[in-house]
């Protein structure tokens, strides 16, 4: 079945590190990929996407390029700041006709702490 | 302004207790979803409606049953409740146009005792 794998965390980093979350997947078909982020206390919100090979979602100066080859969507930042402290979850959905639903798979999630 | 709605956002309660979640979204989408995060942080869907119509209906228990009145509204009922039911559900929405990005509410932390 689909899944989506993600390094284990949490990550620790200092503020303006660089920030790579590693993402790989598998599906049966092409999937849409997404990265959403969770802060403390409240609901998952979307952070970027990308529906198709080669494409780069950003957002927030947050990055992620879909890598057919690699099966891989890794999420990237040049400087984070502790505001960014949150756990992040990748997750991808194959696509369905018009009307149905978008049946998402998440990764299990990675716990980013970023300190001063 | 809030886009999905859950109520309560906590909920402590006793093994054997029957409880209801109540989610409203007013983003005009047709499809409604629960989702069950884990003390891991590991969501699992549970189910989605479209237009009212279920949809989804992963593996889960038949005490647990939705129900959408409406398109802005799906209810999460929890019949006899057990320890292992523990978790934060989460509500979520989307067009119904396949591979729509979800729009999540802000959970309801479930403790059963």
């Known amino acids: 079945g689909d899944s989506v794998t993600q390094m284990e965390g949490p990550v620790t980093l200092s503020e303006e590190a660089f920030l790579t979350i590693n993402c790989t997947y598998t599906a049966t078909g092409y999937p849409s990929l997404f990265w959403y982020v969770q802060y403390p206390g409240e609901g998952l919100q979307l952070l970027l996407k990308a529906t198709k090979a080669d494409d780069k979602g950003s957002n927030k100066g947050f990055e992620a390029t879909y890598r057919k080859e690699t099966t891989s969507f890794h999420l990237e930042k040049g400087s984070v700041q502790v505001s960014d402290s949150a756990v992040y979850f990748c997750?991808?959905?194959?696509?369905?006709?018009?009307?149905?639903?978008?049946?998402?798979?998440f990764g299990t999630g990675t716990r980013l702490q970023v300190t001063l | 302004d809030t886009a999905v709605s859950q109520t309560p956002k906590y909920l402590v309660t006793q093994m054997g207790n029957d409880k209801s979640i109540k989610c409203e979204q007013n983003l005009g989408h047709d499809t409604m979803y629960w989702y069950k995060q884990d003390s891991k942080k590991f969501l699992k869907i549970m189910f989605s409606?479209?237009?009212?119509?279920?949809?989804i209906n992963e593996t889960v228990p038949n005490r647990f049953s939705p129900k959408s009145p409406d398109k802005a509204h799906l209810n999460l009922h929890i019949n006899s409740l057990e320890l292992g039911d523990s978790a934060v559900y989460f509500c979520a929405s989307s067009h119904g146009t396949g591979n729509s990005p979800l729009h999540f509410g802000n959970g309801t932390r479930l403790t059963v005792t």
């Open positions: 997750a991808l959905t194959l696509y369905r006709a018009t009307g149905t639903a978008s049946k998402l798979t």
């Open positions: 409606y479209n237009n009212k119509e279920l949809i």
